[in-house]
């Protein structure tokens, strides 16, 4: 069963950094379009951080200078550093790809997990 599996922390006081990760299942060919999404609580969910073509990163203004998107191709990863968190960034965290296997290609998404900022 395909699958995205999300790890990393998911508590931090105002200031402290936080990692996320995110790895694919069932060995795909490879990936593309990985991206962090979030949602604040009352709040649609909205784009964080995506690597678009070209590896051009593009981040969510709330976010930008204090997150980092990344990748391992090699273990079909990616990585969202949290750094100078604020308890505005309280809310769900969901990655995102598109996978790519023998069978074909298709859009994936991690359950979402909680991130915490107290302030």
């Known amino acids: 069963q395909v699958q995205l599996v999300e790890s990393g922390g998911g508590l931090a006081q105002a200031g402290e950094s936080l990692t996320r990760s995110c790895e694919a299942s069932g060995r795909p060919f490879g990936f593309s379009s990985p991206a962090w999404y979030y949602r604040a609580q009352g709040k649609e969910r909205e784009l964080g951080a995506i690597?678009?073509?070209?590896?051009?990163?593009e981040y969510a203004d709330a976010v930008k200078g204090r997150f980092i998107i990344s990748r391992e191709r090699a273990r079909h990863m990616i990585h969202l550093q949290m750094n100078n968190l604020k308890p505005e960034d309280t809310g769900i965290y969901y990655c995102t790809m598109r996978l790519v296997y023998h069978t074909g290609s298709g859009d994936y998404w991690g359950k979402g997990t909680q991130v915490t900022v107290n302030g």
């Open positions: 690597i678009r073509s070209g590896n051009i990163e």
